[in-house]
């Protein structure tokens, strides 16, 4: 199919129709080819002309090894290390595919200094968590491993660097445990089969189906896979893990001259073990298929996707000033088109949601122009006309004004919001960055850098600019159409063709736009009073009361420069959901927010928002409505002005309804895609005596429930339950109290201290004598294995502290039992599940997805592992290994906003426990003993004790019992 540009002079590019002759040809069209590269350089040159970061320190070892190191200072006292190997999945043989991630896996299974477990373990006595803080990602081109160093001495900074020597130098590949680790690498590899992942592959494929990347797939094939030996690995990793493909990383709290120095004394000795091989040749496919129909059906997916792509080459080019300034005309005008899109979405109803226009570049010296959106299989006509339509519409016509308005104010805060918030950006997102430099060679500059850069091309941006540039993305080539769908979609592409090219007759006409109206919520009243203050001690914080009843608990941090969170809590939630409107709590989950403001649809307020540094959400616990707002300095009291608005004129509008019922179809994808999608759904529910509270609601429910109906729940409580409210961040009290005045503090009375509504309390169900036994999917190759434990009685929260490290602890032994020894499971996980609404409803939660054939000796094993950490008890090794890391990460909570806002003061007021707890927190958690969670798990992890609940697909097994 041609979409094409109406030529400025009145003539009308040839082509324009889909032809059909015997099966389906589309129009061709010549796409640019680049040269296939040899021999490349491992690390991309960089060529830009904008001012580098002054803090970056970079060199490269007599050996070839390359280095960066930036000084940070958040998080406080940590330390960010990243190990680069420039080889991944892209410089596998065609015996070797799937080799890279193999060896990623089999580094952490033992080095010449550390065999087998010994250096995991070292870590995390230490206070290095397996998984967190010590894990690797392999991709096409390169394989990166990441370390999260506890502090910052020079004694850890050298023992981790150590660590990342022997990655790179000492790994021994035993043959015993490469056959351990294959049945992890199937696991993985199941685990990761997703709809999304299929639809993926299915694309990729669609588009350069010849391409090494469609044929190296990073998990591998399962013929070679299985066929690996260890001289592949060894072979694989002599060849490609060398100092000149190496680079390491350091980012945080520390002195760039020790770092550096450390760097050279540890990777001095570092030489290459074999000759080299040479670079892939055919990284950059040399061209795309030709434009074409694909129809990806999956049984998983729910409803149907419909993109238009546009791959086309783009040769790599210096980041200098007029190549930025053209990339950011495109920008503005992608920008442009997701703004109409989304208003589009709220006028169209079921006919086009989740609509989405971009250029990505996942595969090198290509862009992929996309324009998609999805809908219901039967309203798929009405989907397909209005993307055609609306893709032709902005190529002809271009945009609007008021677009370029708001694109514009958006890109500008955006800039200032990065200026800002650059003081306390995160030291493993400076390392992101870092590594692109050396992969990609992104510049690294400044903020400032970047905002002076852009700041005059950005003023001066014009539409005629924007227009051409968005044009030119699209050319004038047919277009690749991309249909991804369940089974019931029975068209063929003929069917689509013609559904299209009749589109196509359909004139457009330019779309006008207003500009946006004033937000309509600024006055709610006489600024409330303040009638209590008090400071909580020891805490540095504020705990505040209005004479309308709204409580407000403040304090001030440094942790997130020019960086507000706002929390606000109205008595309600899940539990008081009405018996007879189940899916209820889902649905006002979904479309709450979805549904705007009584004189803003959500679209208009996203325009409103747009040039603003504000986000919100809302969501539900279970004794509580909570919205989560995020802001800026300035922009505070707008963020409490859109909060106090849903609260006093929520819209509950139909598009909310529709956007639900798609949200609630990614859920039921996604659990049909996972061996443990029906114990989500259904375990809980049935832990707690079938209460519809608990689970995810069936179809039958969700899709009954109604707009009128969350407006009959929620409007009064919103109005009138108990509110009490947290802000923590970069503010100070007279700015926050000011502002909570004017909106919230200015709302009418509500109660302060009512009585919580009578609930129906939940309770458990007895254990169950035999496996609860649910049937997943057939196509799927892992079934699904949980332990559930009820601890009705672990309710004080030092209690929970020690439950919180006991399921650490039995993760932990899990994880060894399962993955390590058994190589059976991927991510097996343990888990305490505490509710503060539902003091009597705590429990563990032991998880693991294991493949089917094994389902019944992993069930076997964890039978074991619940008897001898009950007879032979945790030993004092297994103990510090896991609370060094535990006790690491709960103290960098202390640093956060988000603990703060959410954890002790969004409800300190109602529950004061909260601020001794937070007071204590370092002090009792580091006086946790091991006595103490033996006899918590001696009192709640047996096997009498627990029910256990297994998924398996298409079939029920017979089993023994627990």
Not at 785 to 809: G, K, M, N, Q, V
Request: with cysteine; hydrophobic share 40%; net charge neutral.
């Amino acid at each position: 199919m041609v979409i094409a540009a109406r030529d400025p002079r009145g003539s009308t590019p040839p082509h324009s129709m889909i032809r059909l002759s015997g099966v389906l040809l589309l129009t061709l069209f010549s796409l640019c080819a680049l040269a296939p590269v040899s021999n490349a350089a491992p690390w991309a040159e960089l060529r830009t002309d904008l001012p580098a970061d002054p803090a970056l320190i970079q060199g490269t070892l007599p050996n070839g090894l390359r280095y960066v190191i930036r000084r940070n200072a958040e998080p406080r006292d940590r330390v960010t290390l990243r190990l680069v190997v420039a080889a991944g999945a892209l410089h596998e043989r065609d015996d070797e595919r799937g080799l890279a991630h193999f060896v990623e896996h089999m580094i952490f299974r033992g080095t010449r200094s550390h065999p087998g477990d010994s250096l995991v373990n070292a870590l995390q006595r230490l206070g290095v968590g397996f998984g967190p803080d010590n894990t690797a990602f392999t991709h096409y081109d390169h394989t990166i491993y990441h370390l999260e160093l506890p502090d910052t001495t020079a004694a850890t900074l050298k023992q981790g660097l150590s660590t990342f020597y022997e990655y790179a130098a000492e790994a021994t590949f035993d043959p015993a445990l490469i056959e351990r680790e294959r049945g992890i690498i199937f696991s993985e590899k199941a685990t990761r089969d997703t709809p999304g992942y299929r639809r993926n592959v299915a694309g990729l494929a669609f588009l350069w189906p010849d391409s090494l990347q469609a044929r190296r797939p990073v998990i591998g094939v399962e013929e070679t896979l299985r066929s690996v030996t260890r001289e592949h690995f060894v072979a694989f990793y002599d060849a490609w893990y060398r100092p000149d493909r190496t680079a390491v990383v350091i980012v945080g709290d520390i002195d760039p001259d020790t770092a550096r120095k450390l760097i050279e004394e540890t990777f001095a000795n570092f030489t290459a073990r074999a000759p080299a091989r040479d670079d892939p040749v055919n990284i950059i496919p040399a061209t795309a298929t030709s434009p074409d129909i694909k129809i990806n059906l999956d049984s998983a997916y729910v409803g149907i996707g419909l993109a238009f792509q546009h791959p086309r080459s783009s040769p790599d080019e210096p980041d200098t000033r007029e190549h930025r300034t053209a990339r950011l005309h495109r920008s503005l005008a992608f920008a442009m088109q997701q703004q109409r899109l989304n208003r589009i979405a709220a006028e169209l109803g079921d006919a086009l949601v989740a609509p989405s226009a971009s250029v990505d570049d996942f595969i090198p010296g290509w862009e992929v122009a996309s324009f998609s959106a999805a809908g219901r299989i039967d309203h798929w006509r009405e989907l397909a006309a209005a993307l055609e339509q609306e893709h032709r519409r902005a190529i002809l016509h271009g945009f609007t004004p008021a677009e370029l308005d708001l694109a514009r104010r958006s890109f500008t805060e955006l800039l200032e919001t990065n200026i800002r918030s650059f003081p306390t950006r995160r030291s493993e997102h400076h390392a992101a960055e870092i590594v692109d430099l050396l992969l990609n060679g992104d510049a690294i500059t400044t903020p400032e850098a970047i905002r002076d850069d852009l700041a005059a091309p950005l003023a001066a941006a014009t539409l005629q600019a924007c227009n051409r540039a968005f044009r030119s993305t699209w050319e004038r080539s047919a277009l690749h159409v991309f249909i991804s769908a369940n089974p019931a979609f029975k068209e063929d592409v003929r069917s689509i063709a013609q559904v299209l090219n009749e589109s196509r007759q359909t004139p457009v006409t330019a779309r006008t736009t207003a500009a946006a109206a004033p937000f309509a919520y600024t006055d709610f009243g006489p600024p409330g009073k303040l009638v209590h203050e008090e400071t909580a001690a020891g805490l540095d914080v504020r705990l505040s009361r209005f004479a309308n009843g709204v409580c407000l608990n403040f304090k001030q941090t440094d942790f997130e420069a020019d960086t507000v969170n706002i929390f606000v809590r109205i008595r309600g939630g899940r539990l008081t959901t009405p018996s007879a409107l189940p899916g209820l709590d889902l649905l006002a989950g979904y479309a709450f927010t979805d549904g705007g403001l009584g004189k803003h649809s959500a679209a208009e307020i996203g325009d409103l928002l747009t040039g603003h540094n504000v986000g919100l959400s809302f969501h539900l616990e279970p004794d509580a409505f909570v919205f989560t707002g995020r802001s800026s300095r300035r922009d505070l009291p707008l963020c409490l002005q859109l909060i106090a608005a849903y609260i006093t004129d929520a819209g509950y509008r139909p598009e909310a309804l529709r956007d639900a019922h798609a949200s609630y179809g990614s859920l039921l994808s996604s659990l049909e895609a996972s061996a443990g999608g029906p114990i989500r759904r259904y375990a809980e529910r049935q832990l707690f005596h079938d209460d519809a509270r608990f689970g995810i609601p069936g179809e039958q429910h969700f899709y009954n429930r109604t707009l009128p109906e969350l407006e009959a729940w929620l409007r009064p409580a919103l109005a009138e339950a108990p509110l009490e409210m947290s802000i923590v961040g970069d503010t100070t009290w007279d700015a926050a109290s000011a502002a909570v005045s004017q909106t919230l503090g200015a709302l009418p009375a509500r109660a302060e201290t009512a009585k919580p509504p009578r609930l129906k309390t939940p309770r458990f169900a007895d254990p169950a004598r035999q496996p609860v036994l649910y049937i997943a999917p057939a196509r799927l190759k892992q079934s699904a294995i949980a332990w559930y434990f009820p601890a009705p009685d672990a309710s004080d929260y030092r209690t929970e502290r020690r439950c919180f490290l006991l399921a650490s602890i039995l993760e932990e032994r899990v994880r060894h039992r399962l993955r390590e020894e058994l190589g059976s499971a991927y991510a097996p996980n343990a888990a305490f599940i505490s509710y503060d609404a539902l003091p009597k409803c705590s429990y563990f939660v032991v998880y693991a997805e294991v493949d089917t054939d094994r389902a019944p000796e992993a069930a076997a094993a964890l039978r074991k592992e619940f008897d001898a950490l009950r007879d032979k008890g945790i030993t004092d090794d297994e103990f510090l290994r896991v609370k060094t890391p535990f006790l690491r990460e709960r103290t960098d909570h202390l640093r956060s906003n988000g603990y703060w806002g959410h954890t002790v003061l969004l409800d300190a007021q109602e529950r004061p426990y909260r601020l001794e707890a937070a007071l204590n927190r370092h002090t009792d958690t580091s006086a946790i003993t091991r006595a103490e969670v033996q006899s918590l798990l001696g009192k709640y992890i047996s096997r009498k004790k627990g029910s256990l609940f297994i998924a398996e697909p298409g079939r029920l097994r017979k089993w023994d019992g627990k």
